[in-house]
């Protein structure tokens, strides 16, 4: 066999073995079943329990309140991981990761932490132009700039709270959620942000995401939700991670490569040809395509899966134009990386462990227009 694919074959097995050896045994003997998680909001220094507040699964339209003796209750969770959120007017909103590996009920009691402090927030005030530029560009970041951010509309925008740093960082809190209504999808979107920076046409926010479903007016605009809903499902993060568990990335329209570490290279650098980059100089060199089978290993339990890779993943979807590094593939291009190494998600594209992946590139573009909540499904 010629050494150009001895090493080829040698690199795909190194590939292999490395990924491999992230996954634990899965444990299939389990029975599938469903949690039921029940407990109690109380004010951490009186004991007193706290009527009516919101407790629910992050990023997701699974929730409830607690009743007026702060008790709660939220029925048929899946055994695995999902993070959940207590928040309550006037207190600090907790977020806790909790992992079921066996069904049944669950006792779980929360005590909340009174004041809600904006550490480090120069408060700019609330009527003024500088104030109304500012967030007009917050909306427009949270909000996206496609077809469906026209049908979006932020509630309550004094819940905000902006600041501009000396070096041109602009930021953003909210003392309470910001209501987001989207007419697109049929979600109410509420949004406990912690941390919002802006800056050099980049954005970064994190916090705690509800999802409310919108009641339609008519059977004709439920309809169009569930349309819309199917288009923003397409060519998402959801998507690509359902088609990997799958093994359907090809057929469902996406094209991964995944990087060669540095010590399996045949060639250290990789040179344009005529002064133009294109992927068929990287194949087989920098990078090699990959199908989901490669990155998808069983977790512990049968909810879960493992999406492992050392290095960087390069995804096209093949279904949508747009900008990337090579000449040859001009279709939406998202960098991820796993920090770890690898992140924990269900079948269905639910990441319940993301340990730090960073999406750059057209993925990394979502907005509340276009987000579906975790537990969507694309099946009725």
């Known amino acids: 066999m010629h050494p150009f694919l001895n090493r080829i074959s040698l690199i795909r097995l190194l590939l292999i073995l ?8 899965s444990t299939f003997a389990q029975q599938a079943g469903t949690v039921a998680l029940a407990g109690k909001v109380t004010d951490e220094k009186t004991g007193k329990p706290l009527p009516f507040a919101n407790v629910f699964i992050n990023n ?26 207590v928040s ?21 009691v929360f005590k909340l932490r009174e ?3 904006l550490k480090g927030v120069t408060i700019v005030a609330k009527k003024n132009k500088k104030r109304e530029r500012h967030l007009k560009i ?27 740093d000396d070096d041109g960082h ?33 954005v970064y926010y994190g916090g705690a995401t509800r999802f409310e479903l919108l009641t339609p007016k008519d059977d004709a605009q439920r309809k169009q939700w569930r349309t819309n809903q199917k ?8 998507h690509l991670l359902t088609s990997m568990v799958a093994d359907s990335l090809q057929e469902q329209g996406f094209k991964v490569f995944q990087v060669i570490p540095d010590s399996l290279r045949i060639f250290k650098s990789v040179r344009s040809v005529n002064g133009y980059n294109t992927i068929t100089n990287h194949i087989h060199n920098r990078i090699e395509p990959v199908r989901g089978m490669r990155l998808v290993r069983p977790g512990e339990l049968p909810t879960e899966r493992l999406v492992v890779s050392l290095t960087q993943l390069e995804v096209f979807n093949m279904n949508k134009h747009g900008k990337s590094p090579y000449a040859d ?44 909540p975790a537990d969507w499904k694309r099946d009725e």
């Open 18 to 25: 490395t990924v491999t050896a992230f996954a634990r045994t």
């Open 60 to 85: 997701s339209t699974i929730g409830t309140n607690s009743d007026e003796n702060g008790n709660y209750r939220l029925p048929n969770l899946a055994v695995g991981n999902l993070e959940l959120v």
């Open 88 to 108: 309550f007017l006037g207190y600090e909103t907790v977020k806790q990761t909790l992992r079921f590996e066996q069904p049944g009920t669950k006792t779980v």
């Open 115 to 117: 004041g809600q402090e």
């Open 138 to 164: 917050i909306i427009r970041e949270l909000l996206g700039r496609g077809k469906f951010s026209k049908l979006c509309k932020v509630l309550n925008p004094e819940v905000l709270r902006i600041s501009e």
């Open 170 to 202: 602009l930021g953003a809190q909210t003392t309470k959620p910001l209501i987001i209504e989207n007419y697109a999808l049929g979600y109410r979107i509420h949004q406990d942000l912690d941390d919002f920076d802006y800056f050099n046409g980049k």
């Open 231 to 238: 288009e923003a499902y397409k060519g998402s993060l959801k």
């Open 329 to 372: 593939m001009s279709y939406a291009y998202t960098q991820i990386t796993l920090p770890q190494g690898y992140m924990v998600t269900t079948p269905q594209g639910w990441v319940v462990m993301p340990m730090g992946f960073e999406i750059a590139g057209d993925l990394g573009n979502d907005r509340f227009s276009n987000l579906l």
